[in-house]
């Protein structure tokens, strides 16, 4: 397994007031798959995500990504690690208000040694024709793919979504789904995808369903759909 992790605990608060919001977390990931984690709010979906990206730290447990072992890392070495092998997708485009769209995009291969060609991307992207303009002349579903651009100038290792279409309607939901799924098959990045969106499962390779803080179960998903054919 590419992504390996093995036991993650995390909780939040002292004493009696604490809550266990990951308690024994265990899965792998192949390295190119994409893998839907899938669970109501409050299952510590997102908070997996977090630890799995180095954002936040783990009270036990083992991640090893390639040679990487990520729990017990200093700060530099984390630091670099997102460096190298991460990229970020929001539900909140978190865009610089007063960059236009390439420029916030090329914000993203500052952060990197070896970064995809700007024009080639933003024409992937779809947004040639909007490249000038800044976040607040453009639609919601353009500033996802703005951000999409941003995070995958670095063409990182693995591609971290956190609810990437929360904030978009169903035609622009689809939209956004097609273009993490055609960046997964041109750059082979393994995708990690937060949703409780369970029509999402259905173009994942790996689907991880958490419950309670609980992996309640993991699929593999032989039968894959393609994400312009979902349906919610």
């Known amino acids: 397994m590419y992504l390996e992790v093995k036991g993650i605990r995390k909780g939040f608060g002292e004493g009696d007031s604490r809550v266990e919001v990951l308690k024994d977390i265990d899965f792998g990931v192949e390295k190119g798959e994409i893998c839907v984690m899938l669970g109501p709010s409050g299952s510590g979906k997102s908070t997996l995500l977090n630890i799995v990206g180095g954002i936040e730290s783990a009270d036990a447990g083992a991640i090893k990504v390639g040679a990487d072992e990520l729990v017990g890392m200093k700060e530099k070495d984390l630091s670099s690690y997102r460096r190298r092998h991460l990229g970020y997708i929001f539900q909140s485009y978190n865009l610089i208000g007063n960059l236009t769209v390439k420029e916030n995009i090329e914000v993203g291969g500052y952060l990197s040694d070896n970064p995809l060609p ?103 998903n032989e039968s894959k759909m393609r994400a312009e054919d979902l349906e919610w």
């Open 118 to 220: 700007i024009d080639d991307l933003i024409k992937k992207l779809g947004l040639w024709e909007h490249k000038d303009k800044i976040p607040n002349q453009i639609s919601g579903g353009q500033q996802q793919r703005t951000s999409i651009g941003r995070a995958m100038i670095k063409n990182p290792d693995i591609l971290l979504c956190d609810e990437p279409t929360g904030a978009l309607d169903y035609s622009t939901s689809k939209e956004i789904l097609k273009l993490i799924e055609d960046v997964n098959a041109e750059y082979g990045n393994t995708i990690l995808m937060v949703t409780h969106n369970d029509a999402i499962k259905q173009m994942a390779d790996r689907v991880i369903r958490l419950h309670d803080g609980a992996v309640r179960d993991v699929q593999v």
